[in-house]
């Protein structure tokens, strides 16, 4: 289980919130920013991208996971959220989250002003998941 320091909660949080600030977000004016611990100790970030054909956009959550996985990690060992509203991860954030993390991974949403409105887990946000484990890889 990764414990992480409250220095290390707040390292995630600031990343995510600076992140949220470049997001590109014309048509829902909702701007999210997240940031990532990978599993080499680096932190990732990432902003939702919209696109005038809608479809076409893509959450920060995954832009940020990613971003991670493309740099060579497998496993994200903790994810930050900030939106106005300390707004939760969509469905296909999360499962996109559980291929790459443990089920105990933590999960903080914080809102604009950086305060953590929630706290949880990838199990806690994600419940009786389908994951590699299912397909005995
Ligand atoms: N959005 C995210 O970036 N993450 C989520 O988990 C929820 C939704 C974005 C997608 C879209 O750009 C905007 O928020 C409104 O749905």
Same mark, same amino acid.
């Given at each position: 289980? *990764?414990?992480? *320091?409250?220095?290390?909660?707040?390292?995630?949080? $600031?990343?995510?919130? #600076?992140?949220? &600030?470049?997001?590109?977000?014309?048509?829902?004016?909702?701007? @999210?920013?997240? !940031? @990532?611990?990978?599993?080499?100790?680096?932190?990732?970030?990432?902003? /939702?991208?919209?696109?005038? !054909?809608?479809?076409?956009?893509?959450?920060?959550? %995954? =832009? +940020?996971?990613? &971003?991670?996985?493309?740099?060579?990690? %497998?496993?994200? &060992? +903790?994810?930050?959220?900030? *939106?106005? /509203?300390?707004?939760?991860?969509?469905?296909?954030? #999360?499962?996109?989250? %559980?291929?790459?993390? +443990?089920? $105990?991974?933590? =999960?903080?949403?914080?809102?604009?002003?950086?305060?953590?409105?929630?706290?949880? *887990?990838?199990?806690?946000?994600?419940? #009786?998941?389908?994951?590699?484990?299912?397909?005995?890889?």
């Amino acid at each position: 289980m *990764t414990v992480l *320091t409250n220095e290390q909660k707040n390292s995630l949080v $600031d990343a995510a919130h #600076r992140y949220q &600030k470049h997001a590109y977000s014309p048509y829902s004016h909702y701007a @999210v920013g997240s !940031a @990532v611990l990978a599993e080499d100790g680096q932190i990732y970030g990432g902003a /939702n991208i919209e696109n005038s !054909a809608y479809p076409s956009g893509l959450c920060a959550e %995954r =832009v +940020a996971i990613f &971003k991670a996985i493309s740099e060579g990690n %497998r496993q994200i &060992k +903790a994810i930050a959220v900030v *939106t106005s /509203n300390a707004g939760s991860p969509c469905g296909a954030c #999360r499962q996109v989250m %559980r291929e790459f993390s +443990a089920l $105990d991974m933590p =999960v903080i949403l914080a809102d604009e002003q950086g305060n953590i409105a929630f706290e949880s *887990t990838m199990d806690g946000i994600l419940p #009786r998941s389908f994951g590699p484990e299912d397909l005995q890889i």
